[in-house]
């Protein structure tokens, strides 16, 4: 089976930030989006903006017009989605049922397959707004695939008309890769709004101009060099910062209760410093030194940090 650039109707199956905009690079890589699925007024307004003149349908209309069906549903939404689709006979034969899900690969499409169908996993590794600037976003991103053999070249081809890069991933390594995905991206986020906070705290009145070109640089020179860019106290051994950090975010924790902030950063001082003892960046003394620092025993936290 070839993928016909400009030939396949298209039904997008939940109009959130992901589908909405894949709905549209496919579109505008000549696909014809015969349908849509929307039903809160945000999802209505997304696919009016993004996907123009396309109808709003229920999912078993979209299924009846369309040869290539996208998903773009929860993770945990997804399975039970597809079994109870499968049980009113809505799948058909020979039709491309993709969903963009990073936890799932095929094998929770299997009731697609069953019914003939040619299941497909395309998950864009990157986050979405949901507005038109993440189609130009997209022209950077890679999408992890995954697919039988001989359907990986129609995976494949998809996600180069929609101007990204596909990398496959094998089905038993789904969950790994989304957990890295997952740690890397929404844990940053994470930090970024515990730093911005504590800067905050103290009563800087822009945290984000301070933050971003530090954070910037550290993530450029982190995918550049790896973990050979590691800077800061941690990678010195400066148990002695290292100590003043975990009192005043302990002091910082009690005044505002937001253990959360100390609870993050013992767990990722304690795991920069076992990393930097791995690769040799610190040597076994200053180890011992910065986990005395942090109150912790071979990497564990044992301070009252998740209690306050």
């Avoid at 058909?92 to 095929?106: E, I, K, P």
């Avoid at 496959?168 to 986020?189: K, P, Q, T």
Wanted: a negative charge; one cysteine or more.
């Amino acid at each position: 089976m070839a993928i016909k650039p400009g030939r396949l109707g298209v039904g997008i199956v939940g109009a959130g930030r992901v589908g909405a905009v894949l709905g549209a690079a496919l579109r505008g890589a000549g696909h014809a989006v015969v349908g849509v699925s929307a039903v809160s007024a945000e999802s209505r307004e997304r696919a009016e903006l993004l996907l123009p003149g396309v109808p709003v349908l229920e999912i078993p209309q979209i299924l009846e017009r369309a040869e290539l069906v996208l998903l773009a549903v929860p993770d945990d939404a997804l399975p039970e989605l597809v079994s109870g689709l499968a049980k009113t006979g809505a799948w058909q034969v020979g039709q491309l049922v993709a969903h963009t899900s990073g936890r799932y690969g095929t094998s929770v499409l299997a009731p697609v397959k069953l019914a003939g169908g040619i299941p497909l996993a395309l998950h864009p590794a990157m986050t979405f707004t949901g507005m038109s600037l993440d189609l130009t976003r997209l022209l950077d991103c890679t999408f992890g695939i995954t697919a039988d053999p001989a359907m990986l070249p129609i995976a494949q081809a998809l996600v180069v008309e929609m101007g990204a890069e596909p990398v496959v991933i094998a089905e038993a390594d789904r969950v790994l890769y989304h957990a890295s995905l997952a740690h890397s991206a929404n844990h940053l986020v994470t930090l970024v709004a515990q730093a911005t906070q504590i800067l905050g705290d103290i009563g800087v009145d822009a945290p984000n101009q301070m933050l971003g070109p530090l954070l910037r640089a550290a993530l450029e020179n982190a995918l550049a060099s790896g973990e050979s860019a590691l800077t800061g106290p941690v990678a010195r051994g400066d148990a002695g910062t290292v100590g003043a950090h975990s009192q005043a975010l302990r002091e910082h924790a009690l005044d505002t209760g937001s253990g959360d902030i100390l609870d993050a950063y013992l767990a990722m001082s304690a795991a920069t410093a076992a990393r930097a003892a791995r690769r040799g960046l610190l040597s076994a003394d200053s180890f011992l030194a910065v986990q005395a620092a942090l109150g912790t025993d071979d990497g564990g936290l044992t301070g009252p940090a998740s209690t306050i």
